[in-house]
């Protein structure tokens, strides 16, 4: 219940107990506050024992902590009845990752090395860049170095 409470914290508490019940209150409020904590959780067995005997016998596998979506979909994983490891299993990230950066950089993976090595491609230039457009390059043309005509209509 207190799992993410550290020493220093609970020994807080305990000091601001002592300060605002005082000495001679503070058993009887911790007594009441046990109390009080003891029926919560009968009330919470009880709620739980009616809801599976109105569900019935089809649910007598039903646990409530597989309401939290992250034990249901955990639960599912170890299950694997839909081959999920399979899939999980056929992708590599790390590979998937370091070829777009390679193509964004414009180097060559070694995976499109190969395949551009085994199909010849009918141009040079996209021979050379392994069949990929290098997108940091100027377009070479007739002209790239002048300006393109103002047109006062347009603006």
Known sequence: MFNDIGPLELVTIIVLAVLVFGPDKLPKVIQDVMRTIRKIREFSESAKQDIRSELGPEFKD???????????????LDNDELGLKEIRNGFDIKKEMAEVTDAVHGRESEAS????ASSPSSSSSAASSGGRIDMTKKPEGPGTDERPPFDADAT
């Open 62 to 76: 039903f646990e409530f902590e597989d309401l939290n979506p992250k034990a249901f979909i955990r639960k599912q």
């Open 113 to 116: 090395t190969s395949s551009s």
